[in-house]
């Protein structure tokens, strides 16, 4: 169970030297913008209070944040309810105040710092002008910031105590949903959590899987028809992964779905054979699908103690919303043992097929293609052009080890990328990272400990970089890539002013042209950029806003700030 | 029970099996299985635990953090650890077999032996594993009990 206690006085350990050495407030200060960090804080914030309680600070929010399923569906350019932006997981904003004409103008109006220094992975969520973020977890402490979404300021925090838990990818939390009058979030414990949307408040508390065995909860949750729906972390421990609908108002579960069918599976490896659900799933409201990827299967790298295809790991499924039942799956990498998943947000869009349009989902492989698939059916309709390098790749790792491209963080990772529907393109973050894949005789469980199956490794001097590739969806050619000098991992904004903003691990801010991918303005924020941007409209004026805090997984320089930026009035 | 780790051989795989039967089979209150010696022998030296300091330092703080709290790795010691350790009831064997082929994070297995040894020595001292007179060594890794967990203070 988790501590109850009030620690107070007590920080994270590391805010006070990264803000002494961050470029960013300095450069803030100077351009005159408001800035709300840890010091502002101070003054309103009696402590750094830690024991599952909210902090509020002034001013409260008054404004209407109760959000329904058609806001969801639908949240307009003035809100960004849910992590996709809608139901589809686009990641498009019909704002076009700021365009690819005037985006040298954009400025920051406010850095504002959580206090939580680690990998900062949060898809800001706004709803009438209120900005929920999450942090990642330090000291065992996670929270949840609500501020004003045009200023920065703080209006309530509430902070988490994480009990027995176990880290897989840093200890990251990736946002929350708003909906129904409330936030929901989850934590690296394995919890649920629904806060009131006004007062941080506590509304319900739900475990939803054994943190001891490995299971933790990473994403941001997706909330559709009174459910809040959500999967699990933890692929990498000798866990079972599974998709599950709880019910909004009292956090009972509805449905569940466990990824792995025992069907395809030698023995009983099924049981603990991996399959996270690492990233939101996308909503098919016509068709009433719950529409998600679903990652490795486990032991990552040692494939005979698992022998078959082992669905429906490293999958794209479809399962009936209101009952969790499986409808179709699209099966990427049978029997995978390069930790090649399917992890990043899946994205619903209209494409062509033999003339016709019809309606599909697609997601961004590691394995460097982008998979399309037909949404009532989930046949495959087109594989992209790779977007990054594939050498030597599907070499079966040996004891001695193989090297290929992809490496095991693809491709694409987790990156959540967007979707125009304005060019049809889907802009993708990827990465070339040669690695060196090893498999081992003989590989068994410890309930507990991380069960990779030997090891995965940069081979040192080999390539590394990243990029972004625009690719066209109704050919699967690519549009335009930009290769940029450091892995790429966050997410990506596309904008109805023929815009894509994205981040890079050394702390670029870019904004590029949507239908050539010329780089047309970049703001340094000092830590990694390594985190999906949105966009949003307060008093008639659209903002852009995105997390900088830096990657574990990658080394990027760590921060813990959230920057907002408008047009230069 | 076969070993999990790459890096055990063989031959310590035996060894390993042979210090567990011995440990079940023949130990009783005041009697000592085979050549292992109790935890308050010292499975370890202090100096040893000292050039793992720097190694530790060197290759695991950036995630675990010099004081073995725990950042973007999972904490080393303290009440999480007590917790992690008493649910897996893990071995000091397959907790080294473990350290020596994963870590550190992104360069598993990189490490000579010797820094494996040295890094493992100084957790063990951090969470008041009493030291000894040897170093440990390969053939002395099957010997460390992670349980009962040493009193602290």
Redesign the interface.
């Known amino acids: 169970m988790k501590d109850q206690r009030s620690v107070p006085g007590k920080h994270p350990?590391t805010w006070r030297d990264k803000a002494a050495t961050w470029a960013g407030p300095a450069l803030a200060l100077v351009l005159g913008i408001g800035f709300a960090g840890p010091a502002a804080l101070a003054a309103t914030q009696p402590s750094e209070s830690g024991g599952n309680v909210a902090v509020a600070n002034s001013p409260t929010v008054t404004q209407d944040v109760n959000v329904t399923d058609a806001m969801l569906s639908d949240p307009g350019g003035a809100n960004w309810a849910n992590s996709g932006h809608g139901y589809m997981n686009q990641r498009f904003s019909p704002l076009n105040e700021i365009n690819a004409d005037n985006v040298t103008r954009l400025v920051p109006v406010a850095i504002a710092q959580t206090g939580y220094t680690?990998?900062f992975e949060t898809t800001p969520v706004v709803v009438n002008g209120v900005m929920y973020i999450t942090t990642p977890m330090?000291?065992?402490k996670q929270a949840v910031i609500a501020m004003d979404a045009a200023t920065g300021r703080e209006m309530w925090r509430y902070v988490y105590d994480d009990g027995?838990?176990?880290?897989c990818c840093?200890?990251v939390n990736r946002g929350v949903v708003a909906a129904y009058g409330n936030v929901y979030f989850v934590t690296i414990d394995a919890h649920l959590v629904a806060l009131d949307a006004k007062t941080g408040k506590v509304a319900w508390s739900q475990s939803v899987a054994d943190p001891?065995i490995g299971y933790s909860e990473t994403m941001a949750p997706q909330a559709f028809d009174g459910m809040v729906i959500i999967g699990s972390s933890g692929g990498e421990w000798a866990t079972r992964g599974f998709i599950a609908a709880y019910n909004a108002s009292n956090g009972q579960q509805v449905w569940r779905f466990d990824t792995t069918d025992p069907k395809s599976w030698a023995g009983d490896s099924w049981k603990y054979g991996g399959g996270g659900v690492w990233t939101t799933p996308a909503i098919d409201t016509q068709r009433g699908l719950v529409i998600f990827s679903v990652g490795n299967p486990n032991p990552d790298l040692n494939g005979r103690v698992r022998e078959g295809d082992n669905l429906y790991t490293d999958s794209i499924l479809a399962l009936n919303a209101k009952t969790g039942a499986l409808v179709w799956a699209y099966q990427e990498v049978p029997h995978d043992v390069w930790d090649y998943d399917a992890v990043s947000n899946v994205i619903l869009f209209d494409t062509t097929d033999n003339g016709q349009t019809v309606p599909a989902a697609g997601e961004a492989g590691k394995t460097a293609w982008y998979y399309i698939v037909n949404r009532e059916t989930g046949k495959l309709i087109r594989k992209s052009a790779p977007f990054d390098q594939q050498t030597n790749m599907f070499a079966q790792p040996t004891?001695a080890g193989v090297q290929s491209l992809p490496g095991a963080n693809g491709g694409s990772e987790w990156s959540p990328p967007a979707y125009s529907p304005v060019t049809h393109f889907v802009y993708v973050l990827g990465m070339n990272q040669l690695m060196t894949f090893?498999t081992?005789a003989?590989?068994?469980?410890?309930?507990?400990?991380?069960r990779?199956g030997?090891?995965f490794?940069?081979v040192p001097g080999g390539v590394q970089d990243g990029t972004l590739t625009a690719i066209d969806v109704n050919t699967g050619k690519i549009a335009w890539n930009q290769t940029v000098p450091q892995p790429m991992m966050g997410g990506a904004l596309a904008t109805a002013g023929n815009l894509v903003f994205s981040g890079e691990g050394d702390g670029w801010f870019d904004a590029f042209n949507a239908t050539t991918g010329k780089l047309l303005w970049r703001f340094n924020l000092g830590a990694g950029v390594n985190a999906p941007p949105v966009a949003y409209e307060v008093n008639g004026h659209e903002y852009i806003a995105v997390a900088s805090g830096g990657n574990?997984q990658m080394?990027y320089p760590l921060g813990n700030a959230l920057a907002i930026f408008t047009l230069q009035q | 029970m076969a070993s999990k780790w790459g890096p055990l051989l063989p031959r310590r795989r035996v060894v390993l099996r042979m210090a567990v039967l011995g440990a079940l089979v023949l130990a009783a209150p005041g009697s000592v299985a085979m050549a292992c010696g109790p935890a308050s022998a010292g499975w370890y030296s202090a100096a040893q635990a000292a050039s793992g300091k720097t190694v530790f330092d060197t290759h695991c703080a950036a995630c675990h953090l010099a004081s073995l709290a725990g950042g973007a790795g999972p904490p080393l010691t303290g009440p999480q650890f007590v917790a992690w350790l008493q649910f897996t009831k893990i071995t000091g064997a397959d907790l080294f077999g473990f350290i020596s082929s994963q870590m550190p994070y992104d360069a598993p297995g990189s490490l000579t032996k010797s820094d494996y040894e040295d890094a493992f020595a100084y957790i063990l001292q951090v969470n008041h594993y009493p030291p000894g007179s040897t170093p440990l060594a390969a053939g002395s890794v099957a010997c460390v009990q992670m349980l009962p967990y040493p009193k602290q203070g």
Do not use: C, Q, W, Y
């Open positions: 350990p680690a990998s330090v000291d065992s027995l838990n176990h880290i840093g200890p001891r004891v090893k081992e003989t590989t068994h469980s410890i309930p507990g400990l991380i990779l030997s090891t490794s940069n574990f080394s």
